[in-house]
Each structure stands twice: as structure tokens, then as C-alpha cells.
């Protein structure tokens, strides 16, 4: 007769080694769906990376052509008419700048904060050097008298903050390419 203690040795004999092959397969299936999940990440990630690099690479050439166009020796030539007077002109230059910046305003998406900071700095410096220079030259000078004034402040000035946005521009560009 069949003891109650061999009976269940014989369960044991079939349950430990079905358990340890369960274990194994459900170890090996977490395992492998775990990789898959993280190689359709990284997959996804490149092809978002591959979509979005030449909307940062267009982001870096609208914030150096935004940098160029409000550097003050481009933006007095391309501002001034001779027949405002410096407080007129100061009022140009800087809703030229304002213009400039709103029509670059979304590229900050693109880039780094602190990129979009040193872009911020540069435009509030250069609105800050009008207005500074403007106080040196009377209400009812010219526009020339203005332009004049400037250009004495910028040739004492050797690095702008827009050289100095510039060159971030051109550094965080450098690390996509």
C-alpha cells in the first residue's frame, strides 16, 4: 500500500522541477520583453532625434541671424533715416529689436534654457546700450547724432553680449554636429 509520505514525494518530484522551469521561462520572457520595450525606446528616440535635428539646426541659424541683424552697426544702417531726430531713432532701433525677437521667439523650443538665456541677456544689453548712449545725445539731435554716439560706445566696447551669444550659438550648435 501507497504511504501518505511517498505520495508526497512523488507530488514533490513533479512540482519542483515544473516550478523551476516556470520560474526560469517567466525570468526569461520579463527579461526579453523588457529589452524589446527598451530597443522600441531607443528607436523612437533616434527617429525623434533624426526628425528634430534640422529643426535645432535651423533654430541655431535664425538665433545667429537674429544676433546679426540686432547687432547695433547693422541695425543703425538698416533703421536710420535722416530725417528722424534721436529720439525718434532710439524708438526705431528698439522696435526693430522687438520686431527681430518676436519673430524668433519659438526657436527657444530648440534650444538649451541656458542658450535662450544668453540670447535674452544679449537683446536686453543691446536695448539697454541704446537707451544709455541715447541719454548722451539731446531729443532734438539727429538721427546721425545718435548713430555717431553709438558707434564711439561700441568702438570702446570690445566684446558685445552678441559676440558673446554668438560664440554660445555656435558652441551648442558644435555638439549636435
Not at 528698439?94 to 520686431?99: D, G, L, R, W
Not at 546721425?144 to 558685445?160: C, G, M, P, W
Given at each position: 500500500?501507497?504511504?501518505?509520505?511517498?505520495?508526497?514525494?512523488?507530488?514533490?518530484?513533479?512540482?519542483?522541477?515544473?516550478?523551476?522551469?516556470?520560474?526560469?521561462?517567466?525570468?526569461?520572457?520579463?527579461?526579453?520583453?523588457?529589452?524589446?520595450?527598451?530597443?522600441?525606446?531607443?528607436?523612437?528616440?533616434?527617429?525623434?532625434?533624426?526628425?528634430?535635428?534640422?529643426?535645432?539646426?535651423?533654430?541655431?541659424?535664425?538665433?545667429?541671424?537674429?544676433?546679426?541683424?540686432?547687432?547695433?552697426?547693422?541695425?543703425?544702417?538698416?533703421?536710420?533715416?535722416?530725417?528722424?531726430?534721436?529720439?525718434?531713432?532710439?524708438?526705431?532701433?528698439?522696435?526693430?529689436?522687438?520686431?527681430?525677437?518676436?519673430?524668433?521667439?519659438?526657436?527657444?523650443?530648440?534650444?538649451?534654457?541656458?542658450?535662450?538665456?544668453?540670447?535674452?541677456?544679449?537683446?536686453?544689453?543691446?536695448?539697454?546700450i541704446i537707451?544709455?548712449?541715447?541719454?548722451?545725445?539731446?531729443?532734438?539731435?539727429?538721427s546721425l547724432?545718435?548713430?555717431?554716439?553709438?558707434?564711439?560706445?561700441?568702438?570702446?566696447?570690445?566684446?558685445?553680449?552678441?559676440?558673446?551669444?554668438?560664440?554660445?550659438?555656435?558652441?551648442e550648435a558644435?555638439?549636435?554636429?
Amino acid at each position: 500500500m501507497v504511504t501518505t509520505l511517498e505520495i508526497i514525494l512523488e507530488i514533490i518530484k513533479v512540482t519542483v522541477p515544473a516550478l523551476i522551469v516556470f520560474l526560469t521561462v517567466f525570468y526569461m520572457f520579463k527579461t526579453y520583453t523588457e529589452n524589446e520595450q527598451r530597443n522600441r525606446i531607443m528607436e523612437q528616440r533616434k527617429d525623434n532625434k533624426s526628425m528634430s535635428f534640422p529643426f535645432k539646426m535651423q533654430a541655431y541659424e535664425r538665433l545667429a541671424l537674429f544676433c546679426e541683424r540686432i547687432s547695433l552697426s547693422n541695425l543703425m544702417l538698416r533703421v536710420r533715416d535722416e530725417k528722424m531726430n534721436a529720439a525718434d531713432f532710439r524708438l526705431a532701433l528698439m522696435v526693430a529689436i522687438q520686431q527681430e525677437y518676436e519673430h524668433n521667439i519659438s526657436q527657444q523650443v530648440y534650444v538649451s534654457e541656458e542658450l535662450w538665456k544668453i540670447i535674452m541677456f544679449a537683446k536686453n544689453d543691446t536695448i539697454n546700450i541704446i537707451d544709455l548712449v541715447s541719454q548722451t545725445v539731446p531729443n532734438d539731435g539727429t538721427s546721425l547724432d545718435l548713430s555717431r554716439a553709438i558707434f564711439n560706445y561700441l568702438n570702446e566696447v570690445k566684446n558685445t553680449s552678441l559676440d558673446k551669444a554668438r560664440s554660445a550659438i555656435s558652441q551648442e550648435a558644435s555638439t549636435f554636429l
